[in-house]
């Protein structure tokens, strides 16, 4: 089906940016996932919605980060990004891809760590 493995993440000072990379392979492209989904985990929380784009590059994201992360896709490259800009030290989790194929395929997620 479809495998996702997310990039870019790293440690950053608050106020600082990163762009993290969701890449698929296999037999499905970006293309043809209808919505594609970043997620992040905090030490010790819930995994959280933080963005999702459409395939008609409809997006959502969560009030907390609105302004701040853009979340796009390059059909091209088979690859989503989230930019995220202005980070805060409560950015600070892993972060996650899912596609929703009617079934969840989830990235093994990337870490991002915001420094005070």
């Known amino acids: 089906q479809v495998q996702l493995v997310e990039s870019g993440g790293g440690l950053v000072q608050a106020g600082g940016s990163l762009r993290l990379s969701c890449a698929a392979s296999g037999s499905r492209t970006i293309f043809s996932i209808n919505t594609i989904y970043w997620y992040r985990q905090a030490p010790g929380k819930q995994r959280d919605l933080v963005a999702s784009?459409?395939?008609?590059?409809?997006?959502n994201y969560v009030d907390s980060v609105k302004g701040r992360f853009t979340i796009s896709r390059d059909n091209a490259k088979n690859t989503v990004y989230l930019q995220m800009n202005s980070l805060k030290p409560e950015d600070t989790a892993v972060y996650y891809c899912?596609?929703?194929?009617?079934?969840?395929?989830w990235g093994p997620g990337t870490l991002v760590t915001v420094s005070s």
């Open positions: 784009i459409t395939r008609t590059g409809s997006t």
């Open positions: 899912k596609a929703d194929l009617g079934f969840e395929v």
